[in-house]
Nanobody, 122 residues
Framework: QVQVVESGGGMVQAGGSLRLSCAAS????????MGWFRQAPGKEREFVAT????????YYADSVKGRFTISRDNAKNTGSLQMNSLKPEDTAVYYC???????????????WGQGTQVTVSS
């Protein structure tokens, strides 16, 4: 199995940027697609972005398209989510997940991090 740990969350004003990182350990990270999800208080966990095992394919939720960029470095066993033009509605706990294929359904990801808080103030 693989373990993933998120970092890089924090508080930022609307319009600002944050970069989240996902560090993987255990089995070879390149065997897994990586996804980012988020969960705001009182809401269900929602898909944000995903990237294929090679990094050649990415897919974004409409709400973040054009503002967020997902990437990965298989040589370093890391992934990242660059978040620009942040909005208050982006406030949530963000989770990194690893799974066999790059899909939007949270249930298809096998390994999850503990989450990192992102707070965007207006």
């Amino acid at each position: 199995q693989v373990q993933v740990v998120e970092s890089g969350g924090g508080m930022v004003q609307a319009g600002g940027s944050l970069r989240l990182s996902c560090a993987a350990s255990g089995r070879t990270f390149s065997r897994y697609a990586m996804g980012w999800f988020r969960q705001a208080p009182g809401k269900e966990r929602e898909f944000v972005a995903t990237i294929s095992r090679s990094g050649g394919s990415t897919y974004y939720a409409d709400s973040v398209k054009g503002r967020f960029t997902i990437s990965r470095d298989n040589a370093k066993n890391t992934g990242s989510l660059q978040m620009n033009s942040l909005k208050p509605e982006d406030t949530a706990v963000y989770y990194c997940a690893a799974g066999r294929i790059a899909v939007v359904a949270a249930g298809d990801y096998d390994y999850w991090g503990q989450g990192t808080q992102v707070t965007v103030s207006s």
